[in-house]
């Protein structure tokens, strides 16, 4: 009987372990739909060739990268990466769609990957940014566009 107790004892640690450790990893989500919040103003500024309002939603000392696109390379600081956008917005304005995919925690922040598409190009691409708070606001420390 002792034997039986053990062994379900044991088979109990080892399923609630996991499970801890995933709630411990998981997002709440207000942080969630605070992020989504952000993204919808990226999204809205993106849309509005609004460099200075993207900009706003970065840190001061953001590093942004982007793969493909004719702005590519890095940009770092709030300053360049207002500066890289007004004038992606000056040579070929486009609109742009964000879909969040997935927010997890990562280090003192949050991390969001999330699918973009943009009108006037073919094929779809993945976003990902680094959330940190500063004052009462998540704003973008790092970003990553394919």
Same mark, same amino acid.
């Given at each position: 009987?002792?034997?039986?107790?053990?062994?379900?004892?044991?088979?109990?640690?080892?399923?609630?372990?996991?499970?801890? %450790?995933?709630?411990?990893? /998981?997002?709440?989500? +207000? @942080?969630?739909?605070?992020?989504? #919040?952000?993204? $919808?103003?990226?999204?809205?500024?993106?849309?509005?060739?609004?460099?200075?309002?993207? %900009?706003?939603?970065?840190? /001061?000392?953001?590093? +942004? @990268?982007?793969?493909?696109?004719? #702005?590519?390379? $890095?940009?770092?600081?709030?300053?360049?990466?207002?500066?890289?956008?007004?004038?992606?917005?000056?040579?070929?304005?486009?609109?742009?769609?964000?879909?969040?995919?997935?927010?997890?925690?990562?280090?003192?922040?949050?991390?969001?990957?999330?699918?973009?598409?943009?009108?006037?190009?073919?094929?779809?691409?993945?976003?990902?940014?680094?959330?940190?708070?500063?004052?009462?606001?998540?704003?973008?420390?790092?970003?990553?566009?394919?």
């Amino acid at each position: 009987m002792k034997m039986y107790l053990l062994v379900l004892v044991g088979l109990a640690i080892g399923l609630v372990v996991p499970v801890l %450790a995933y709630e411990q990893n /998981a997002v709440d989500p +207000e @942080v969630r739909q605070q992020i989504e #919040a952000v993204l $919808a103003k990226y999204h809205e500024a993106y849309n509005n060739n609004d460099a200075a309002a993207i %900009a706003a939603l970065y840190t /001061a000392d953001a590093f +942004e @990268v982007f793969e493909k696109d004719a #702005a590519g390379g $890095a940009a770092s600081g709030r300053e360049a990466i207002e500066k890289r956008y007004a004038e992606q917005f000056a040579s070929n304005p486009s609109k742009l769609s964000l879909t969040l995919i997935q927010v997890y925690p990562f280090g003192d922040g949050v991390c969001a990957i999330s699918e973009l598409s943009r009108r006037f190009r073919a094929g779809k691409g993945y976003h990902a940014n680094i959330f940190v708070r500063e004052a009462d606001e998540w704003k973008i420390r790092l970003a990553y566009a394919d």
